[in-house]
């Protein structure tokens, strides 16, 4: 499996499990331990890494989805009793998104360069004496 097929399918499963948490009752809503804010702006950073590695070159498309996922999700908690849709949640989403699709544009552009940072060639004694 390639890289974008493997992205676009862990996208699509990230998505209906926050979907999942974002809708269900809140008593079971998963949690990892930290500040809701952080599980926010993770989740949607990591949505649009990955939708963005999916798609490359359908930038809008994915922002106008994950973005719109941001609102709508928050907006969709209105229609449970024990949730609620805040002005902040969707603020920390969208900002995660967009960081998120700013990370995968960042490494798609510098990946040689931070791909020759790992390994640099190693010289041979004999090279070490030369450049001296």
Request: overall charge positive.
């Amino acid at each position: 499996m390639d890289l974008r097929r493997a992205a676009t399918v862990l996208a699509w499963l990230l998505l209906a499990l926050v979907a999942y948490s974002t809708l269900s009752p809140i008593g079971m809503r998963p949690r990892i331990g930290t500040s809701v804010h952080v599980e926010r702006f993770g989740a949607y950073g990591l949505i649009g890494f990955l939708f963005v590695t999916a798609c490359p070159r359908r930038l809008p498309l994915v922002l106008g989805m994950v973005l719109g996922a941001a609102v709508g999700f928050e907006l969709l908690q209105m229609l449970s009793a024990d949730r609620h849709a805040r002005m902040e949640d969707i603020a920390v989403k969208m900002a995660g998104a967009a960081c998120g699709v700013g990370a995968a544009l960042f490494a798609a552009r510098h990946w040689r360069h931070l791909r020759g940072w790992q390994s640099k060639p190693k010289l041979k004694p004999s090279q070490v004496e030369s450049s001296a």
